[in-house]
């Protein structure tokens, strides 16, 4: 017999305008971003940066990765976190020959993760995502 599926929680987001820093050889080039979070998909941040094309490129981070690249280097694959001693936070997004390296303020970013954890707190994440949508597509 199947389990009645308890309600979720109301959604909750979080989003915060950023400006950040695209690293280059020659220069540090500003960019726009916006940050946000949704309890939708509570474990990952997706940063949007707001280049000359009207569509942002997105990107999603780990909250925890977050939290933990702002200590020590954290991060695999693609996404890759280090502070530096200035106080920032650096981004490596990518693949090799193909990255990006993006310097923000370590506290901003990190307030931003830590407010996350207030929204959705570590351990209930899996309360907040809609498994609806995945356990009808199994069932066809």
């Known amino acids: 017999m199947l389990q009645p599926v308890a309600p979720l929680p109301a959604p909750r987001a979080l989003t915060r305008h950023m ?3 695209l690293l280059t050889p020659d220069a540090a080039v500003r960019i726009d971003t916006t940050v946000g979070y949704s309890s939708r998909d509570p474990h990952a941040l997706s ?6 094309d009207p569509s942002p490129v997105v990107w999603c981070l780990d909250r925890e990765m977050v939290l933990a690249g702002s200590h020590a280097p954290a991060g695999t694959g693609e996404v890759h976190l ?8 650096l981004l490596r997004l990518g693949r090799p020959g193909d990255r990006a390296t993006v310097r923000c303020d ?22 907040h995502i809609d498994w609806q949508p995945l356990l ?3 069932r066809r």
């Open 106 to 127: 370590q506290e901003e970013l990190t307030r931003f993760a830590r407010e996350t954890f207030v929204l959705v707190p570590r351990g209930t994440e899996e309360q």
């Open 19 to 21: 400006a950040m820093e």
């Open 47 to 52: 940063i949007a940066f707001h280049l000359v």
């Open 82 to 89: 280090r502070p530096v001693p200035d106080g920032g936070l």
């Open 136 to 138: 009808a597509s199994l």
